[in-house]
């Protein structure tokens, strides 16, 4: 199979975008697996957790209010059709959250693209080292994630991150190729081209639910023009799961994500309290609004705060982010916007936001999107 895009050096006069610093560079010796493997015992004082961050604080404890689980063969009929789409509308209005099963993803694409990521983590500390030094246009590489806030715990994770060539403006030529282990971008092609059909059928479906044509939201974050990453998360097992967060409370800064978990580990904010989203099943997919969707229909739908936490056991999951192109402006859709209920945020350029995004770390409980609300 041809891989459709190679990596280059980029040119003396490259500016990098925006999104340049979500991947930090860390060495080698400080990235967690490496750490793990060495054989520590104690988590390092810079990834403990300040706490009123840690896990078991406002874990809920009773199991009477799930993530909801969304059947997407529903919508192979028109009476199923309006109950999938009366279901979505609930999941992101309640929860911004909901895991697809029956999704049309191939079962073998999922498997063999989950067994890819761990053949990644076995590679050598080398071989995976030469990620970080390949130069791309975006946040794709390989490193840690948050560690620009010197204030803040680092998180117990790593990242490899890739972004799909056909689901992005073909002028931003420099995606990160991925030849070791051997087969893994062959795989990712399809698995990504998978993964993106399925967000621009959620897509379609929350713009009905939104009484619009089933392309408004695509158009709005710029069509042909939008792009899609690909964050391969690994959580390696921790000797001290309590003090540590794997990633902490965020909301994602995309459209929609995408995400297909190994083992359980991601917990939603509701309520106040962090509600468990193990997988439902083998391979569900967990779909969560974010910020951009948030903003477009005007806050009717929710980018929720969700973390990762950790345990004794390594965990491995695969989020892809369909993102707007950086140039177009979000705010609310005036489609959606009356006298009744008027806009409450005010348009912002994408890449603007991504900075706004990046700035600011996960210190406090400042919610990117409020930056932008409009006074009323
Ligand atoms: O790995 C997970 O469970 C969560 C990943 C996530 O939220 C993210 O990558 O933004
Ligand atoms: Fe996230």
Not at 7 to 13: E, G
Not at 224 to 237: C, S
Not at 295 to 309: E, P, T
Request: with cysteine; aromatic share 10%.
């Amino acid at each position: 199979m041809k891989i459709p895009v190679e990596s280059k050096d980029l040119p003396p006069d490259f500016e990098p975008t925006e999104w340049k610093d979500e991947l930090a560079k860390r060495r080698p010796e400080q990235m967690v697996q490496y750490m793990v493997e060495e054989g520590i015992a104690e988590v390092p004082k810079r990834f403990v957790q300040p706490p009123h961050m840690r896990p078991a604080v406002g874990r809920r404890s009773s199991s009477d209010d799930e993530v909801p689980i969304i059947d997407m063969a529903l919508g192979k009929d028109e009476e199923g059709r309006k109950q999938l789409h009366a279901d979505i509308a609930r999941a992101c209005e309640e929860w911004g959250f909901f895991q697809a099963i029956n999704h049309g993803v191939p079962d073998t694409l999922m498997d063999a693209m989950m067994d890819m990521e761990k053949k990644f983590y076995s590679l050598t500390s080398e071989e995976k080292e030469v990620y970080k030094k390949r130069k791309t246009t975006m946040s794709v590489g390989y490193g840690g994630v948050y560690d620009k806030h010197k204030d803040q715990a680092l998180v117990w994770m790593d990242r490899l991150t890739v972004d799909l060539p056909s689901a992005r403006d073909l002028t931003e030529t420099y995606n990160l190729v991925i030849d070791n282990p051997p087969g893994f971008q062959e795989v990712y092609v399809e698995y990504g081209k998978a993964i993106y059909e399925f967000a621009k059928e959620i897509m379609a479906i929350i713009s009905e639910v939104l009484g619009q044509p089933k392309d408004f939201l695509f158009k709005k974050i710029g069509d042909d023009r939008a792009a899609m990453k690909t964050a391969f998360n690994y959580y390696p097992q921790c000797p001290q799961p309590e003090f540590v967060l794997g990633l902490p409370p965020h909301a994602d800064a995309s459209a929609l994500a995408i995400l297909q978990q190994g083992s359980p580990g991601l917990e939603v904010l509701k309520n106040g309290f962090w509600i468990p989203v193990p997988p439902c099943s083998k391979r569900s997919l967990v779909v969560n609004v974010g910020d951009v969707i948030q903003m477009i229909s005007n806050a009717r739908f929710k980018s929720s705060l969700h973390r990762a936490v950790v345990t004794e056991i390594s965990r491995y999951s695969i989020g892809s982010f369909i993102m707007p192109h950086r140039e177009i402006y979000l705010a609310p859709a005036a489609e959606l916007c009356d006298e009744m209920n008027p806009p409450i945020y005010r348009s912002v350029k994408y890449a603007e936001y991504i900075l706004e995004y990046l700035s600011r770390g996960i210190k406090d409980d400042l919610r990117v999107v409020d930056l932008f609300r409009l006074c009323t």
